[in-house]
Each structure stands twice: as C-alpha cells, then as structure tokens.
C-alpha cells in the first residue's frame, strides 16, 4: 500500500487513467470535482473503520457489486474524503452503485476481474509517481533504475541478467562479474538488440502465454535461460531474460524474477507514460487525415508538416486467413513503426482493424524506390520474426493534406487486390497497379448495384457452379486474348476444335453475342466482378 504522503500531489483520475491505459481499470462515473488530486491508496478492511481519505483512492477488496453493504461504503468513503473507490464487478452490474457514487459526488472505478489487487495498487502507485515526474523530460532515471533492477535480479538468482522491450531491444543489463554468458548475450548489449535466431518468434510467443517464469532450453552456441513476461495488467510490456548455464536456478530464483516482472513494470509504466501520451496525441491526428477530416490543412500544422507538402499512406495487413492473437500483433506493430522510422523518423503507425497504417510526409513520400525496399524487408523480417504473412501496398502520392485520404482509399484496395486467391504476391504500388486497381474499384461498384451485372454472366456462373463447366473461365481467357482462338486454345491447354465447341454453345446457352464489342465489354466485366466475388 502506497503512502499518501509520498505520492504526487498533482494528478487526477482522468490523468491517473491516461496513464494507466490498457491496464484494465475505467471510470463509471462522471469525473468528480469534489477531490481534484489522487493522493495514494488505502486498501478496505470491512472490519476497521474508515480513516480520513485525504483524497485517496480505496480499493475495495471484496467488496461485492450484488451486497446490501456495498452502497453505504460508497456513500461512507464519500463522507471520509476518498477520491475514488475502486471494485471488481465479479461479471455483474454496478448501475445502481454508479447512481449512488455520482450522487455522493465520489468517483467508482471497476477493475478487471482477473487484475490482483496487490498488482493494481503497484501500478497505481507507479503511475502517481510517473504522472507527476512526467515534465522532467530528457531524464534517464527510469533507465538507471532498470539496470540497477538487473543487478539486483542478478545478485539474488546467480545468472547474468538482462530487460528488454516488446521489440526485443535490451533496454538493460547487468554487470555482476564472474556470471557466465554466451555469445548471444555479447551480440545483444554490444547492438542493444536481440540477435534473431530461428526459433526466436515461437519463443517469444510462448513466452508471453506463460502467466509466470518460463525456462528456455539451451540451444546449440547457447546457454539455457529463465525469463518471465512484463506486463501491466493484461498488457505486454517487455520481458526478463536470466542466464542458466548450468540449469541450476531453482523455484526461488522463479519466485525471484516473477517479483521483479512486477517492479520492472512500474519502471517501464513510468519511462513510457510522457512518450506514450505524446505518440497516443500525434496518433490520433494521423487517424483523422487517414479518415478524411475536413479541417486536414489544421491537423497537418498541428503535425509539423506542410499542409501543401507530399503525403503518401503505407497500409500492412496480415493475411487475413492467419489469425493473430493481441501480443502478436502488438509486436508486429512495433515492428512497422520502427523500420517506417528507419525511412522517416518520428512516423507514428495507426491501427484500423486489422490494417496498420504509417504516414509518410514531405521528401520521403516520394522517394517510392526506397519506400519498397524498407516495406519489403518489413515483410521478410515479419515473416522471419512473427512467422506472419505481412500484406503491404504503398498508396499513391498526395499533394496537400486533402489528398491522405485518397492515398489511403488506394492502398486499401492495393491490399484488397493482394488478398485475392489467386495473389501470391505481398508486396504492390498502387501506382503501378492503377489499372488492376480501377477495375477492382469498378467490380465492387457492379457487385454493391446488381441492377449494372449482366445477365448473361450471372447465367455462367451460376451454371458452372452447378454442372462444373468452365464456360466463364473459357469466356474471360478468350476475351482477355482478344478473341484469338490459338492463342486462348493455348492458355487453356485444350484443342481449338474443343474451344470453338464451347463458344458455341456459351452462344447457345446464354445467348452470348461474342461481336458486339459493348455486349462483350460488359460481360467481360461483370464475369471479373462476380468471380473475384
């Protein structure tokens, strides 16, 4: 439990909820004026009487959403001056206790319920002591604090130590002499950065499944290891990585490193919060001019970018038939913005979906040769890290802010075009794509108006779909090859004799007049609609 006397005195529930995004705390209630600053937290003991709050936060441990009791604590923490109580909903309603609190003019925070309230009071007291220390810019306290952690984990289980981030940065280390390490661990702190190995994204992803500390086997021109997943509630925040040279560490040294999982959290939370709130603000206007907004010329000043200047949306998807759990793509994430950055730096990557999105402005939205040889090393080093099929499609150059959204339109459709089945390709430039990509829009438009289809090619597929012919296959190779029965004969391996036998009766059939150029135009086109449909 927190100290009142210690904690910031500057930060409130709204504040103190920025900085704890993603953890799985949120306000019930309208935000209460009564106690404007959170000053540390008290944990509730029904069987002691409730001390003066002083604007604290209690967490209410076991205090039941459903119980008859429930009301008059809030109501009691309101009168001893609490900022906010704090309870788990146990998958039940809290209406009538949301009424109660905003009467009482007290603000009702719900936890998730799979969140320790051990673990909630460390984070909240780590994000009091962040949010307050948030304009010391440019301090590496939080830093030296990680590699003194290293030390310490060091000391207490016997195995070189290191911390590292969800980009597999090593973030610190530590310097006990005498700990054995291997070539791996030189390689990391000589780079700051993991060396890839083979088996690196299945055990990585293992990792963060794992709900304590996990033991890495040793691999050859490895030692083994013992590392544990950092997270903040539910949220993955990097990792810890002990080496074992000789499989000794015990269930102590486990118990260890699961401990420090939770202070290097509190470190990590308080590094984060000033950039994160940054990142969240310049990401939030990246998304409005992905999103058309018409006051764009406002938003790219507020960017630091020339309204007038050249815009270019990159837009990566993951195959859309392998799904990816959170962790995996929260990595995959960091994977974009930080080879986006190599290209231009400060870009920040906006999901939508599925589909991440990173915006490139000025000198470096038109240098599109390069801009294909970063997105495709982003896609081998997707496929080598992650094991995911990385779709990319570089959207078209925009002058003018006006112009982000209909980059943005193009690489949607880029990606649209690259996940048909008949696709093997993970990389396409709409601007080299212009044609596919306009016959691609002018499909959906015939799909969403079924009135513009032609009648004849609903009539072919709907009787290839039930006799197994190939009459819309034949159709569109044979228009496609300008009605050259050798060359067409050819693409299909059949004889001409055996072709002209199925435009015959495709004229039979469907009444299909192959002469007229509007008739075939039309059929051409509502046969490519309904197929890649």
């Known amino acids: 439990m927190s100290n009142p006397a210690i904690t910031a005195h500057e930060v409130g529930v709204r504040e103190l909820l920025e900085v704890l995004d993603g953890c799985g705390l949120r306000l019930e209630t309208p935000v209460s004026g009564q106690h404007a600053v959170v000053a540390g937290t008290r944990l509730f003991d029904p069987l002691t009487p409730l001390g003066p709050g002083g604007g604290g936060i209690l967490l209410g441990i076991g205090v039941h959403p459903g119980a008859n009791e429930s009301a008059q604590l809030i109501i009691d923490a309101a009168v001893a001056g609490f900022n906010a109580l704090i309870i788990k909903s146990f998958s039940e309603s809290c209406a009538d206790l949301v009424q109660i609190a905003t009467t009482a003019a007290i603000n009702l925070l719900v936890v998730d319920d799979d969140i320790e309230w051990q673990q909630l009071d460390s984070l909240i007291s780590s994000a009091l002591a962040s949010a307050s220390a948030a304009h010391s810019a440019g301090s590496d306290l939080a830093v030296g604090d990680l590699f003194a952690l290293a030390n310490a984990i060091a000391a207490m289980t016997g195995g070189a130590t290191a911390i590292e981030d969800m980009q597999e940065h090593v973030l610190a280390y530590s310097t006990v002499t005498d700990q054995p390490i291997d070539g791996n661990r030189r390689e990391g702190i000589l780079g700051r950065k993991v060396p890839w190995l083979e088996n690196s994204a299945e055990v990585y992803a293992e990792l963060f499944r794992s709900p304590g500390a996990r033991r890495i086997p040793r691999a050859p021109n490895s030692l083994g290891r013992l590392a544990v997943a950092i997270r903040a509630g539910a949220q993955p925040l990097?990792?810890?990585?002990?080496?074992?040279?000789?499989?000794?560490?015990?269930?102590?040294?486990?118990?260890?490193?699961?401990?420090?999982?939770?202070?290097?959290?509190?470190?990590?939370?308080?590094?984060?919060?000033?950039?994160?709130?940054?990142?969240?603000?310049?990401?939030?206007?990246?998304?409005r001019l992905l999103e058309g907004s018409e006051s764009s010329h406002l938003i790219a000043s507020q960017m630091g970018?020339?309204?007038?200047?050249?815009?270019?949306?990159?837009?990566?998807?993951?195959?859309?038939?392998?799904?990816?759990?959170?962790?995996?793509?929260s990595r995959l994430v960091d994977l974009i913005r930080l080879h986006c950055q190599s290209h231009?730096?400060?870009?920040?990557?906006?999901?939508?979906?599925?589909?991440?999105?990173?915006?490139?402005v000025g000198a470096a939205a038109i240098d599109l040769s390069r801009i294909s040889l970063m997105a495709q090393r982003l896609i081998d080093r997707s496929g080598a890290a992650l094991m995911i099929d990385l779709k990319i499609c570089v959207g078209t150059v925009g002058t003018g802010s006006t112009q982000v959204y209909s980059s943005r339109t193009d690489a949607d459709m880029g990606l649209a075009l690259l996940s048909q089945t008949n696709s093997r390709e993970s990389l396409v430039n709409a601007?080299?794509?212009?044609?596919?990509?306009?016959?691609?829009?002018?499909s959906r438009v015939l799909l969403q108006n079924h009135r513009l289809l032609s009648d004849a090619a609903r009539k072919v597929i709907d009787a290839d779909s039930r006799s197994g012919t190939e009459y819309a296959k034949t159709l569109r190779c044979y228009l496609e090859n300008s009605r050259d029965s050798a060359a067409t004969a050819h693409a299909l391996s059949v004889h001409q004799n055996t072709l002209r036998y199925r435009l015959r009766r495709a004229d039979e059939l469907f009444n299909i007049d192959l002469a007229n150029a509007d008739d075939t135009l039309w059929l051409w086109l509502s046969l490519r609609a309904l197929e890649s449909h």
């Open 344 to 360: 231009q730096p400060g870009i920040e990557c906006v999901t939508i979906g599925t589909t991440v999105y990173a915006l490139l």
């Open 238 to 287: 990097g990792s810890i990585w002990v080496v074992d040279a000789d499989g000794t560490l015990d269930a102590d040294a486990e118990r260890a490193i699961e401990r420090a999982a939770d202070v290097a959290a509190l470190h990590l939370l308080r590094a984060r919060s000033s950039a994160d709130l940054a990142r969240a603000q310049r990401s939030e206007l990246v998304r």
């Open 305 to 329: 970018c020339d309204p007038q200047g050249s815009f270019l949306v990159l837009a990566c998807q993951p195959a859309l038939s392998e799904p990816v759990d959170e962790v995996t793509m």
């Open 431 to 442: 601007r080299d794509a212009r044609s596919e990509l306009a016959l691609l829009e002018i």
